[in-house]
């Protein structure tokens, strides 16, 4: 073979010897980078193979020396981010709702567990953004039916209103025309004197009259001024806010059934950690009181 080597007269390239149908080949081998390369990744290779998972087996696959496993990483993480809410919900089962807010760190965490806990159980009633819809209040702004204390939050959301649990809130309007306790002439007056007291009344004299009936009826639990009264769940008047609607139809129709909307209790329904969290985040939506 080496008898037939030449120098290419074409190239200048020193030939192999080998010829083929008078076709000559020229002796060209592979760049020696090249040719490193692809060495060592055999030997990179062999090495992951020996090191790593990497070859079926009939009854599962290598291990490989360093016992490497994914899933045993993703779990030991996942461990770890238990661990630490583990912690978390203990310390804050721990320690008194008015004092969360002392505790940065145990602060974020209620506010995400109870922003967590409201989307699932309360949003279908107050809505995403808790802004509420008609007879399910606003809980964003700082008019509260029964109270806006971190306190009256929770004890709301523990026992429910007009709810089936024992210590629920409760007070039930009249149902002043339903029940025929007033006459459709003084509910329409009544209606008029609430309309006075956001300063949207039309007919005087009936604000007049209204007015009479308002503090025979109604001042024991809106007050005399129509302020309202957290203690027994009934609205502020005063405040042009409304859970049923501000027009005077919707007005008469609270008069003439009382409306007894209701919430459900959550206590034993939800876990306590959850409870403090839930009341902790919609305190901090409303301006907290
Ligand atoms: C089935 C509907 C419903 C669900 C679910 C619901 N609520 Fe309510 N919620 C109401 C109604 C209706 C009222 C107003 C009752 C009333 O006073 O007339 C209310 C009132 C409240 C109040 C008192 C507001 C105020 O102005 O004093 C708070 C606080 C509250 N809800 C929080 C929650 C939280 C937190 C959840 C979830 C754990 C929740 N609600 C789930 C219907 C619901
Ligand atoms: C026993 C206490 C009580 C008395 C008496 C009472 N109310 Fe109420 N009133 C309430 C409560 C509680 C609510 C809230 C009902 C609900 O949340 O479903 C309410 C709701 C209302 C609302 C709806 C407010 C809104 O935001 O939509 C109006 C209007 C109203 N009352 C007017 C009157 C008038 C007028 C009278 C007298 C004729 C009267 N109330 C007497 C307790 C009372």
């Given at each position: 073979?080496?008898?037939?080597?030449?120098?290419?007269?074409?190239?200048?390239?020193?030939?192999?010897?080998?010829?083929?149908?008078?076709?000559?080949?020229?002796?060209?081998?592979?760049?020696?980078?090249?040719?490193?390369?692809?060495?060592?990744?055999?030997?990179?290779?062999?090495?992951?193979?020996?090191?790593?998972?990497?070859?079926?087996?009939?009854?599962?696959?290598?291990?490989?020396?360093?016992?490497?496993?994914?899933?045993?990483?993703?779990?030991?993480?996942?461990?770890?981010?238990?661990?630490?809410?583990?912690?978390f919900?203990?310390a804050l089962?721990k320690t008194p709702l008015a004092e969360v807010k002392n505790n940065p760190d145990l602060l974020r965490f209620a506010m995400v567990g109870g922003?967590?806990?409201?989307?699932?159980?309360?949003?279908?009633?107050?809505?995403?953004?808790?802004?509420?819809?008609?007879?399910?209040?606003?809980?964003?702004?700082?008019?509260?039916?029964?109270?806006g204390s971190l306190a009256?939050i929770e004890?709301?959301?523990?026992?429910?209103?007009?709810?089936?649990?024992?210590?629920?809130?409760?007070?039930?309007?009249?149902?002043?025309?339903?029940?025929?306790?007033?006459?459709?002439?003084?509910?329409?007056?009544?209606?008029?004197?609430?309309?006075?007291?956001?300063?949207?009344?039309?007919?005087?004299?009936?604000?007049?009259?209204?007015?009479?009936?308002?503090?025979?009826?109604?001042?024991?639990?809106?007050?005399?001024?129509?302020?309202?009264?957290?203690?027994?769940?009934?609205?502020?008047?005063?405040?042009?806010?409304?859970?049923?609607?501000?027009?005077?139809?919707?007005?008469?129709?609270?008069?003439?059934?009382?409306?007894?909307?209701?919430?459900?209790?959550?206590?034993?329904?939800?876990?306590?950690?959850?409870?403090k969290s839930l009341a902790i985040y919609v305190h901090s939506l409303g301006g907290g009181k």
């Open positions: 073979m080496s008898d037939k080597r030449e120098i290419d007269e074409v190239t200048g390239v020193e030939t192999t010897g080998h010829t083929w149908d008078g076709i000559k080949e020229l002796n060209k081998p592979l760049p020696k980078w090249w040719l490193m390369t692809f060495y060592a990744s055999i030997v990179w290779a062999i090495g992951y193979m020996i090191v790593y998972p990497a070859w079926p087996t009939l009854n599962g696959y290598t291990k490989g020396i360093w016992g490497y496993s994914q899933r045993a990483t993703v779990s030991e993480e996942l461990q770890g981010a238990k661990a630490a809410q583990a912690t919900r203990a089962e922003a967590s806990a409201f989307a699932t159980n309360c949003a279908p009633c107050h809505g995403r953004g808790a802004q509420g819809f008609a007879g399910y209040p606003n809980l964003n702004d700082d008019a509260w039916i029964w109270g009256d004890k709301t959301i523990l026992y429910g209103i007009r709810s089936a649990h024992n210590e629920t809130r409760r007070s039930d309007m009249p149902k002043f025309g339903t029940d025929g306790m007033l006459t459709p002439d003084q509910i329409n007056d009544a209606a008029e004197f609430v309309l006075s007291l956001s300063k949207r009344a039309t007919d005087q004299a009936a604000v007049a009259r209204g007015a009479k009936t308002f503090a025979d009826q109604c001042a024991s639990c809106h007050g005399p001024e129509g302020k309202g009264n957290p203690e027994l769940g009934a609205p502020n008047l005063t405040a042009d806010i409304w859970l049923y609607g501000g027009k005077k139809t919707d007005i008469v129709q609270s008069i003439v059934t009382g409306r007894g909307g209701a919430m459900p209790a959550w206590d034993g329904r939800l876990d306590p950690v959850t409870l």
